[in-house]
């Protein structure tokens, strides 16, 4: 499974292995392309990584491409494999393990079996807040096939699917009734609602540049701009209709911030929400 093994380079070291590893385990395999037993390890640990379904991560390091990062490391011979975690390194090997003394290393450093409500989560949340939506992605999907009844799992895979643009797969989880997240549910259907008929943004910018006071027009942009996940430009293009017109299309700058709003209700954009709510505020009174 791509999105549980990845390449990794001292250019993106922080973003893939450090930062990760403060939630799971990450192996860092040294490898080289002229190393015989490299061949024999690395699909085995590619094999693994998706079998545990991100109970540890991946990273594949060419160490002929990569040297600071194996004289960093300690590295002597290659294949030798690295593992850490919460800023620690763990555990390690050097050589290629045959599959039953890999898979007793890995069950050793990798995250407890047996999913719980929070961990999956936290994992999930940590790679996407890196942008490794697709891996947060895959954490979910088979955490929820082992608790099927949670419902914050599910909606963090449709809000991550939202983010993802794939509208369709998250419309279906949404579909579903949600009783102990309702509130939440409600909120990423409204943000979906918001995808629908969206257009371009930079035709919408072009036209508006040409007539700032085509409150129409900055409407319609607000919403493309939410569809792109951009929600404080999408706030912004509706408030700035309040300040210029607050009674264009029966106050529909204001509707149009009162929906953001609803769809935005969570504790991620909290900090956003009563940002928009004060200058809303302001521009009334």
């Not at 929400?273 to 809303?280: A, N, Y």
Request: proline letters at 5%; hydrophobic letters at 50%.
């Amino acid at each position: 499974m791509p999105s549980f093994a990845f390449d990794v380079s001292l250019q993106d070291f922080e973003t893939k292995v450090l930062l990760p590893a403060d939630t799971v385990p990450v192996l860092l395999d040294f490898w080289a392309p002229w190393c015989e037993p490299c061949k024999t390890l690395k699909p085995l640990l590619e094999k693994l990584a998706g079998e545990y379904a991100g109970r540890f991560l991946l990273a594949r390091v060419n160490a002929d491409e990569n040297p600071e990062l194996a004289q960093h490391f300690g590295v002597r011979s290659i294949p030798t494999v690295k593992v850490l975690f919460q800023g620690r390194l763990v555990d390690e090997f050097a050589g290629a393990l045959a599959e039953g003394p890999l898979r007793a290393f890995i069950e050793r450093v990798a995250l407890p079996g047996g999913i719980n409500n929070a961990a999956p989560r936290e994992q999930a949340a940590a790679l996407a807040a890196e942008g490794q939506f697709e891996a947060a992605l895959d954490i979910l999907v088979e955490a929820s096939r082992q608790l099927p009844e949670d419902e914050a799992i599910r909606l963090d895979a449709s809000e991550l699917l939202l983010q993802l643009g794939r509208n369709d797969e998250a419309a279906q989880i949404l579909a579903a009734e949600y009783k102990q997240e309702g509130d939440r549910a409600a909120a990423l259907r409204a943000r979906l609602a918001l995808t629908a008929g969206a257009a371009e943004t930079a035709p919408l910018e072009a036209k508006l540049a040409a007539n700032p006071d085509d409150h129409a027009t900055r409407l319609e942009l607000s919403r493309a701009y939410a569809a792109q996940n951009r929600f404080r430009e999408a706030l912004e293009a509706a408030l700035e209709v309040v300040h210029r017109n607050r009674a264009f299309a029966d106050g529909a700058g204001r509707q149009a911030l009162l929906q953001l709003f609803e769809a935005l209700a969570g504790e991620q954009y909290d900090d956003l929400i009563r940002e928009f709510r004060r200058k809303l505020s302001a521009a009334l009174n």
